[in-house]
């Protein structure tokens, strides 16, 4: 079934407002109040009490922050549709095949009747920005007309986009700007010493789309790239919408990471308590996780830690493909050792006998120190050992035209598949984009034979099987020069 007759086939539920992020407080704590006036006269001057007094509504007791939990089932009719870019001249000699991303956001666009959240890094969805006149962008600039064209219709648009450290394309926000949208700069540089390298859409809180394209022509025909689209399921894309709420909010000028964050920011979803639904009729466990932990309101599972807890619950099976490993702190001077990832996948083969597979991505902006971090990984699979551990590297070949283009040619994956779950995320694997860059993921858990998680499953399969997957002394790499570890 195609998507687009998905998308129509399902029909879209009203929109649901997310409460206002203004802090509320009752009459009942009037005593508390009281009490608190009196022992602030006592010890503080007029100057400070006037500070102390313009911060009271922080001043909550900590049982009116908690909530009685939701219904734990979703009684949503959810769909979920496994999204890829393949990116032109890469064909697989057999596996499976799914609708493409740009499809995806087209469909999603042409259905949004309310509302459209977009999260995202960076946006140059024309390519003006390479001056390459690429034939292939005009996806991209199809989905900014598509774009341009709602909120003339009455459809409010949001965009959250990481503010740039430097000179950065930013013709496709103004744009959006003179179409009516919203775009707000968030300043993640200040305040986690990171990026805003999320990726997502929320459309009228109903629909979601989650995974590693960026808003950029690349990702929809130049780049490999992975996602996941969920349609008619409010109670997720309603979660998923309180985080792009709070990247709303650190948006906003002189702003400033809550502590605690205000209460309609939290969830009751997450690793200890996942969402119980269905998706595509088959019953499933789901949360979606957030990085840095400074960005996890009260409930939300901090990325990392959802990662490691699948690599600790596998008992047959990780597959991982990222772009990007490095067990350091790949971004903070002076570098340092970060094996928190590395560490879980070799205890994973060493104390439980899991089959470990990494995939990573081999380009010509790959990091040089990629190389030895894999070889010591791959190192522990010998003809004296029983563990079951392999690295690979994914090169996308270029044409010599394709070579011209900047940024390119690249498996941007960003996921891990395991006997007993599966993980969409927008983050490479390396210590900054847990610890201080903004990204997400999906987790869903499925333990019936078929599912998202056997879908990407089968992914892994036939990318490590195809003839872009090459072993890490593989002669067949030194015929390229695409790939910058030879």
Not at 162 to 172: F, I, L, N, T, V
Not at 432 to 459: C, K, P, W
Request: hydrophobic share 40%; aromatic share 8%.
């Amino acid at each position: 079934m195609k998507l687009h007759t998905v998308y129509q086939q399902l029909k879209p539920r009203p929109e649901e407002q997310l409460p206002s992020p203004a802090v509320s407080w009752k009459p009942g704590d009037k005593k508390v109040r009281w009490v608190l006036l009196i022992m602030t006269l006592t010890t503080m001057g007029l100057g400070a009490l006037l500070t102390q007094l313009l911060l009271w509504p922080r001043l909550r007791a900590p049982q009116e922050r908690t909530q009685s939990p939701p219904n734990s089932v979703c009684e949503d009719p959810c769909q979920v549709v496994l999204v890829e870019s393949i990116p032109e001249g890469l064909t697989f000699p057999k596996g499976p095949v799914h609708p493409s991303i740009s499809q995806a956001w087209l469909d999603l666009v042409a259905g949004a009747q309310h509302s459209l959240d977009i999260a995202s890094f960076y946006w140059t969805l024309t390519n003006n920005d390479t001056q390459t006149h690429e034939p292939s962008a005009y996806q991209g600039e199809q989905i900014l007309q598509q774009l341009k064209s709602l909120a003339p219709k009455g459809v409010s648009v949001r965009v959250a986009v990481s503010k740039p450290r430097g000179p950065q394309p930013q013709a496709d926000l103004q744009a959006l700007l003179k179409s009516g949208a919203q775009v707000r700069m968030v300043d993640m540089q200040k305040l986690t010493h990171g990026v805003l390298h999320t990726k997502f859409w929320v459309v009228d809180q109903t629909h979601i789309y989650i995974g590693s394209a960026n808003m950029d022509w690349r990702s929809l025909t130049q780049v490999k790239e992975l996602g996941v689209v969920v349609y008619n399921c409010s109670c997720l894309a309603q979660d998923l919408a309180k985080v792009f709420e709070a990247y709303w909010y650190l948006g906003q000028p002189d702003s400033s990471i809550p502590s605690p964050w205000p209460d309609n920011y939290t969830t009751h979803y997450n690793l200890e308590t996942p969402m119980q639904l269905r998706l595509n009729g088959t019953l499933a466990q789901a949360f979606l996780s957030s990085a840095p932990p400074t960005l996890c309101p009260g409930g939300r599972t901090p990325d990392l830690r959802a990662l490691l807890s699948l690599v600790n619950d596998a008992r047959d099976f990780v597959y991982v493909a990222v772009m990007n490993y490095l067990p350091i702190m790949e971004y903070s001077h002076p570098r340092r050792f970060w094996p928190a990832i590395d560490d879980a996948l070799r205890r994973a083969a060493f104390e439980r006998g899991v089959r470990v597979r990494l995939l990573v991505s081999c380009w010509s902006h790959s990091e040089p120190a990629l190389r030895p971090f894999l070889l010591s990984l791959a190192a522990l699979q010998d003809n004296h050992t029983h563990y079951d551990v392999q690295v690979r590297l994914f090169v996308v070949p270029s044409t010599e035209a394709q070579a011209r283009i900047p940024y390119a040619r690249v498996n941007h994956n960003k996921y891990m598949v395991t006997d007993r779950a599966a993980y969409v995320g927008t983050s490479n694997w390396s210590g900054n984009y847990f610890t201080q860059t903004a990204g997400s993921a999906l987790v869903v858990n499925q333990s019936e034979a078929v599912g998202l998680r056997t879908q990407l499953e089968a992914v892994f399969l036939r990318d490590w099987d195809s003839p872009y997957s090459h072993e890490l002394d593989s002669p067949g790499l030194s015929e390229g020069r695409s790939c910058r570890l030879l």
